[in-house]
C-alpha cells in the first residue's frame, strides 16, 4: 500500500470506527439476540437458541396490525407528499417576487417540534364535549355528521395520521426539489421553447429526467423514514398505540423493551431485524428500478 493509499485510509478511519462502534455492532449485537430464547436482561442468560423469537413476533396480532399500519402509511405518504412537493417546488420555481418567502413559509412546519405540530392536529380533529374540532365544522358546512378522528373508527384515525405525516415531511421535499430545479441548466428550455414543445412535454422530457436523481433521493429517504415511524403516532394517539390500533413496527420494538409489554429484548430484536429486512428489500428494488428512471 503506498503513502497515498494510506493517507486516505487514515482519514476514513474516524468514520470507520465510528459506523462499526455506532452502526455495525448493534446490529450484530441486535441479530444475536433475536436468536436467543428466553433472555434476561438482568442476568444476562437465556435457555435457547433457535427461531421461537420470530415465530412469536410473527404471530403476535400487534405486530401484525403494527405492520398493516406502517404499510398504510408508506403506501399513502411517500408518493402523495412527493408529488405534492414537486407541484408546489415548480409553482415556487415559476414565482420571481417573493420566492423566498413562500420557500420559508413551506419550510416552517420542518423546523417546528413533532410534538408541537401533533397537537395542533389533534386539536383541528379531536371530538371533545366542547367543540367537535375545525375539521368537523367543515364537514357539517356540507351536511356530514361530525366524527371522531382521533378516537374513533381506524379510517379516521389512519387518515388524520396520513394527513399529519404528510404534512410533516413535505416542507423538506419541498426544500430539495426547489433548489434541484433550479440547478437545471436553462439552455434545455430555450431550446424547447424554440421547437415550440408544450409546457407538458418540456416537464416529462427534460424537467423530470433532470431532477431524477434528487427524486430517487426523496423516495428512497421517504420509505426508509414513513417505515421508522413513531413519534408522529404518539404526538397524534398517545404513548398506548396498541390500544389506539395505531402502532408502528418502530412501536411495537418501544413496547417490547420499555412499554407496558416491556422486558422482552428478544422479542423486540426479532422485530427489530424484520423491519431490517423490510426496509432492505424495498430499497434493493428501488435501486433495481432506479437503474432504468434515474438519469445521473
Not at 39 to 68: C, E, M
Amino acid at each position: 500500500m503506498d503513502k497515498k493509499s494510506m493517507k486516505g485510509w487514515l482519514y476514513l478511519l474516524p468514520a470507520i470506527l465510528f459506523l462499526g462502534l455506532f452502526m455495525v455492532y448493534p446490529l450484530i449485537d441486535v441479530l444475536i439476540y433475536s436468536f436467543e430464547e428466553g433472555y434476561n436482561f438482568a442476568s444476562q442468560t437465556h435457555f435457547g437458541i433457535g427461531w421461537n423469537n420470530y415465530s412469536y413476533v410473527l404471530r403476535d396480532p400487534y405486530f401484525l396490525q403494527a405492520v398493516k399500519n406502517t404499510f398504510i402509511l408508506v403506501i399513502f405518504t411517500v408518493p402523495v407528499s412527493t408529488g405534492i412537493a414537486l407541484l408546489i417546488s415548480v409553482a415556487l420555481s415559476s414565482i420571481k417576487r417573493l420566492r423566498e418567502l413562500f420557500q420559508t413559509i413551506y419550510f416552517l412546519p420542518y423546523v417546528t417540534n413533532t410534538l408541537a405540530v401533533g397537537l395542533v392536529f389533534m386539536i383541528l380533529f379531536k371530538k371533545t364535549p366542547y367543540t367537535d374540532g375545525l375539521a368537523n365544522l367543515i364537514i357539517s358546512w356540507f351536511g356530514g355528521s361530525a366524527i371522531d378522528f382521533i378516537g374513533g373508527p381506524y379510517w379516521a384515525k389512519m387518515f388524520v395520521l396520513c394527513f399529519y405525516t404528510v404534512w410533516v415531511v413535505m416542507p423538506f421535499k419541498i426544500l430539495v426539489l426547489t433548489s434541484a430545479l433550479s440547478s437545471v441548466n436553462e439552455e434545455y428550455y430555450k431550446a424547447a421553447r424554440v421547437d415550440g414543445t408544450s409546457k407538458l412535454r418540456v416537464f416529462t422530457k427534460i424537467t423530470l429526467p433532470m431532477i431524477s436523481p434528487m427524486m430517487f433521493y426523496l423516495i428512497i429517504t421517504g420509505f426508509i423514514g414513513a417505515f421508522k415511524a413513531y413519534s408522529d403516532a404518539v404526538a397524534l394517539f398517545g404513548t398506548d398505540l396498541n390500544a389506539a390500533e395505531m402502532n408502528t413496527i418502530v412501536g411495537y420494538v418501544y413496547d417490547m423493551l420499555y412499554g407496558n409489554s416491556g422486558g422482552y429484548p428478544s422479542y423486540a430484536s426479532a422485530a427489530a431485524i424484520i423491519l431490517f429486512v423490510i426496509v432492505l428489500t424495498i430499497t434493493c428494488i428501488n435501486l433495481l428500478v432506479s437503474r432504468k428512471h434515474v438519469h445521473y
